[in-house]
């Protein structure tokens, strides 16, 4: 019962934080925290359902400062980025352990560098051409959770 209440207060916290964050303001930010609130608000979907294992989260942080940013919105990208390797991963079953590697690194000594990548399908040629158009989506109606 311990163990259960743990992790409902972990959630809880997460959601509060990422919800918290998006004030609209440019403030300090505190990346892996983004990444690992995500990750935790995230984590139902990485378990293992029929004809489809477990997803691996693979976090390979670096040692970040606080940036500058807008947190809601870098969570929000962040939530969206990850949900999109989710949903790629359940749509096209991968034979092999699905993976969702993290790394981030500082370049520069004035940038961070957040690497998202997975062992799903590759985006097709033709859409990847149009990635960043504004309502381009490849996902059925019902499927999309806004843009």
């Known amino acids: 019962m311990q163990i259960g209440t743990d992790k409902i207060r972990a959630i809880v916290l997460s ?4 919800s918290r964050l998006d004030e609209g ?8 925290h983004g990444l690992d609130n995500t990750l935790r608000i995230l984590h139902k979907l990485f378990k293992g359902k029929q004809n489809h294992p477990q997803i691996l989260v693979l976090k ?3 040692q970040l400062p606080t940036s500058q940013g807008y947190p809601g919105r870098m969570n929000q990208v962040l939530m969206n980025i990850l949900s999109n390797a989710i949903d790629a991963m359940e749509e096209y079953f991968i034979p092999e352990q699905g993976q969702i590697y993290i790394i981030t690194v ?23 051409r149009k990635i960043f158009d504004v309502f381009l989506t490849n996902k059925d109606v019902d499927k999309v959770t806004g843009l």
Do not use: A, C, S, W
């Open 15 to 18: 959601l509060h934080n990422f």
């Open 106 to 128: 500082v370049v520069n000594t004035n940038r961070v560098k957040i690497r998202i990548g997975d062992n799903g399908r590759r985006i097709p040629g033709k859409i990847l």
């Open 60 to 62: 390979e942080y670096g």
């Open 25 to 32: 303001e440019f403030k300090q930010v505190n990346i892996h």
